[in-house]
């Protein structure tokens, strides 16, 4: 069989670029890509994307030695029947990698036809370090890199206000447009960039918050031979995804009249509110995601199938959905509920082996995004601790430990978390790790050990979970 790329499938046409793209990774390639490649094929958008590589390692080679192109494998439920659909992915022009050639990716902002600029660098990627120079190749932050290309850009074309992109960021944060837009601003101020570039930002650049949803399982390792033996040509970037997909952005005529959204048949929501959309769907479909993981590798599964199949992890997660995070959201219990089905029948899609491996990276972040404020509404609002939340924050510290029953547990994120939580174990006592990890603000922008009976709760539960193993050890925590 032969490689995959442009040659050999026949995709001679090049497309100008007019989105750079911060992520290459299973998510974006299923997501947005996908989108992009139906206004291309469907709309006549003709909108080419250069995908850059936002961490020193990744997937950038490997994209560029099959020529941007992949094999998507979409399966689920549509209409009651098993649907499976393969997309072959062409709108990637070119994947540059910043570490090994910054000079290659700045010259991007000079480009005429560039429009758009779209991100997906996890929660933990919007951030801001005040390390952070303008002349460092390549930046600490993400949101550094697009200050760097904007003041490129701004440059090149001597603050033209038609030149400025339209920003459109699918971290899963609140506010992620504002939040990005608000860091480049105090690069602009560290750095020194002028008032004139300032506003340039303001008025010229368009930034569009926005909600994504689509489970993305990303490469199907377990089943590979059977994808593969359905293509022409070997990929090695073959990535699978459910049929669902909900993207909403904030945004006006204006956005509609750039991106012809309307002239392709997928559930893409331009909206002037976006907030009850996201609520809902972080709290509930992941917070349920980052509400299992810890919880259900330390009993024993490995993937989101798995767990709400199985009987105890099931009705832990299927609890903590219903009976904890539901009563803390200000929308119907008939909506929520309708919503929460659906999304447990998503996770039991048949089609699926949604690694709980692959969504382990940045727990904490996104623990405290999507878990932890329904913790806290909950406990505020009936005056004690949820108990499957409480439980499942014990497995997320046990978890970052780093190993169980002798083995290693896929535990990613940044050094500095992973070295903290190490430390904390290794100075031993479960009071002292509960009240350590609980106290840094750092992880929750607040401190826990200020919540009633959670410092306690969390220790006993640590204890527990060591001594008994996870089933036991939640049988005798919420006896």
Known sequence: MKNLNRANAGYTKSLPVKVIQYGEGNFLR????????????????????????????????????????????????????????????????????????????????????????????????????????????PHNSFPAKVTALLYKRFNH?????????????????????????????????????????????????NFHNTLVD????????????????????????????????????????KLKAKIPFDKIDENVLVVEDMQPYRTRKVR????????????????????????????????????????????TLDLSEEELSAFADAVFDRFRNPFIKHQLSSIALNTVSKFKVRVLPSLLAFEKEYNRLPENLTFALACLIRFYKGTWNGQDLPVKDDAAIITEFQAAWEQGGYSAISKRILSNMTYWDQDLTQISDLESRIAQALELIEEYGVEAAYKKFTA
């Open 214 to 253: 689509r489970i993305v399982p990303g490469y199907p390792k377990d089943d590979i031979e059977t994808y593969q033996s359905q293509l022409k040509f070997k990929d090695n970037l073959i990535v699978s995804a459910e049929t669902f997909l909900l993207w909403v952005i904030e945004g006006d005529a």
């Open 284 to 327: 509930i479909l992941n917070g349920a995601h980052t509400t299992m993981v810890p919880f259900s590798i330390l009993y024993g599964n490995d993937t989101v199938k798995e767990t709400v199949d199985n009987d105890f992890t099931g009705k832990f997660v299927r609890d903590a959905v219903f009976k904890e995070i539901n009563p």
């Open 30 to 137: 299923a997501f947005v890509d996908y989108i992009i490649d139906k206004l291309n094929k469907e709309a006549d958008f003709n909108a080419g994307v250069a995908v850059i590589q936002p961490l020193a390692n990744g997937l950038i080679n490997m994209l560029n030695e099959q020529d941007g192109l992949y094999n998507l494998f979409l399966r689920g439920i549509k209409n009651g029947e098993e649907t499976e659909e393969i997309h072959t992915i062409s709108c990637v022009q070119q994947g540059l990698n910043p570490y090994e050639d910054y000079d290659k990716y700045l010259a991007l902002a000079t480009g005429e036809e560039l429009q758009f600029l779209i991100s997906n660098t996890t929660e933990a990627g919007i951030s801001f370090d005040e390390t952070d120079t303008l002349n460092r190749k």
């Open 157 to 205: 074309f001597e603050g033209a206000p038609d030149m400025g992109l339209t920003i459109i960021p699918c971290e899963l944060i609140n506010h992620n447009a504002d939040t990005l837009k608000k860091i480049i601003l105090q690069y602009a101020d560290l750095w020194e960039l002028g008032d004139a570039f300032k506003s340039w930002i303001e008025t010229s650049n």
